[in-house]
């Protein structure tokens, strides 16, 4: 088994760059080696793999510069090595270079052997003389170059984002991304109690905080080990999650003996959220197409104490109320999206996503959407939700869908009975939810409460 991080690290990003699978899946699939290395180690290991895909841009403009060879035309494993290195030369003080560039060169010569092992030790001995010399593109000539090289955001979307937002807030929202986010976590409010837990979480992390909008978050971070062996985790007294995902559930508000369907529950981040709030009490139903994740979904219920969730198999596009006994008094559809609202956590996104994704997902939204409403009891509330901040996959499928449902309308009667004023503050004057990383400091998400008219 490899010991070495730098190597394990080299793995994961070929194995990803190799592959259709997300980031999560590549490194689950070297889990047991990352594991296995120290504490330090397994710390190294995974800041090289997110420092990386954050700065992959960046590093390669660098690159770019030192290279002879155009680097579409060098082999994948020794870009990412030469990758590695240099992030480590750039962007992590505590990495002297020569260590760097030494242990890069020692994995080159076993693994693509000598020549390549030279032409790396060059690059990057070149690069860490003079990396800081290196000029971005011209900030006048063309801003949206400039955002896509010194942020590592992909040109098309750097395009799209400078010319939604403005240059200004396109920076901001790009340097909050390219940050590592704290972790957050939610109360299990059926066992504990949000202080209770921040005092028993202090004795195994730093930086402890309460969420500000969320009243059941705790943020925390440097876990002295791995979050799983918490003890508090093992007893259920927590979901991680980030705090925009939370308060899309509190929008939901769903309340003690209803019935409620979360569509598209994937692991069950949300409907334990919604248990929560029930009190346990009432009926839920977790379906999703993929039974993998619903299996999932059952063993968290049970860790967090939950014995109202009900899964159930199910392809939303074709599903009708045939499929159920009932209507249900509340639906949440967390649709599936580009991601692009939560690349903070998941940097593997904006390599992977292009502009045709967007109108894609979009298409697929607003079909889904219609299909969830069908399932809704007259009375009834249905919140949509997608951790995007694209007005294609936001606004656009609501307005589509209430232009093509005139038995829904957009329900602005939101009350939290905790932190309200924080909450609402987050709802446009049309109704809609929406957080930024950049303002927020929580993911990028946005939700719609949509309710369907009783008819007289």
């Not at 730098?6 to 760059?17: C, E, G, P, T, Y």
């Not at 030279?118 to 690059?123: D, L, P, Y």
């Given at each position: 088994m490899i010991?070495?991080?730098?190597?394990?690290?080299?793995?994961?990003?070929?194995?990803?760059?190799?592959?259709?699978?997300?980031?999560?899946?590549?490194?689950?699939?070297?889990?047991?080696?990352?594991?296995?290395?120290?504490k330090n180690d397994r710390n190294l290991c995974n800041a090289l793999i997110f420092g990386v895909l954050r700065h992959r841009g960046s590093i390669d403009w660098t690159l770019s510069t030192f290279s002879k060879t155009p680097l579409g035309k060098i082999n994948i494993t020794l870009l990412y090595l030469l990758r590695i290195a240099l992030f480590q030369i750039q962007y992590m003080d505590r990495v002297p270079a020569f260590a760097a560039i030494n242990t890069t060169v020692d994995i080159a010569k076993k693994l693509l052997g000598k020549k390549a092992a030279?032409?790396?030790?060059?690059?990057l001995r070149n690069a860490a003389d003079n990396f800081s010399k290196v000029a971005f593109p011209d900030i006048k000539k063309n801003k949206?170059?400039?955002?896509?090289?010194?942020?590592?955001?992909?040109?098309?979307?750097?395009?799209?984002?400078?010319?939604?937002?403005?240059?200004?807030?396109?920076?901001?929202?790009?340097?909050?991304?390219?940050?590592?986010?704290?972790?957050?976590?939610r109360t299990n409010t059926l066992k504990n109690n949000r202080q209770s837990l921040a005092k028993e979480l202090s004795f195994v992390a730093k930086n402890i905080q309460l969420t500000e909008y969320a009243s059941q978050g705790i943020s925390f971070t440097n876990p002295s080990i791995p979050i799983q062996e918490f003890e508090t985790f093992k007893l259920g007294l927590f979901q991680i999650q980030d705090e925009a995902a939370q308060i899309v559930t509190d929008f939901l508000a769903p309340v003690p003996n209803e019935k409620i369907l979360d569509a598209c529950a994937g692991l069950g981040g949300k409907t334990g959220h919604i248990a929560q709030l029930m009190e346990n009490k009432g009926t839920i139903i977790a379906s999703d197409v993929d039974p993998k994740k619903l299996e999932s979904l059952e063993i968290e219920s049970k860790r967090l104490g939950i014995d109202i969730i009900h899964t159930k198999p199910l392809n939303l596009l074709k599903t009708s109320i045939k499929n159920f006994d009932f209507y249900f008094d509340r639906v949440l559809i967390d649709a599936p999206c580009t991601g692009l609202g939560v690349l903070r956590r998941n940097p593997d996104t904006k390599w992977d996503r292009s502009k045709n994704d967007i109108a894609r997902l979009s298409g697929q939204q607003k079909k889904m959407l219609n299909s969830a409403a069908n399932l809704v009891k007259p009375g009834g509330l249905l919140v949509y939700a997608v951790c995007s901040c694209e007005k294609e996959e936001n606004e656009d499928v609501i307005h589509h869908f209430l232009n093509k449902r005139k038995d829904f309308s957009i329900d602005k009667d939101f009350k939290s009975n905790n932190y309200d004023s924080l909450i609402t503050s987050l709802i446009s004057g049309e109704g809609f939810l929406k957080t930024y990383p950049d303002a927020n400091n929580m993911d990028g998400f946005f939700a719609a409460r949509l309710k369907r008219k009783i008819k007289s």
């Open positions: 010991k070495n991080p730098r190597h394990i690290a080299l793995n994961v990003l070929v194995s990803w760059h190799n592959s259709s699978q997300n980031l999560d899946k590549s490194m689950e699939n070297l889990s047991l080696e990352i594991s296995s290395l120290a030279g032409f790396i030790n060059a690059v949206s170059k400039f955002i896509s090289i010194k942020f590592s955001l992909p040109l098309w979307l750097s395009k799209k984002w400078n010319h939604a937002f403005g240059f200004e807030q396109v920076c901001s929202l790009c340097q909050q991304i390219n940050t590592i986010p704290q972790i957050t976590l």
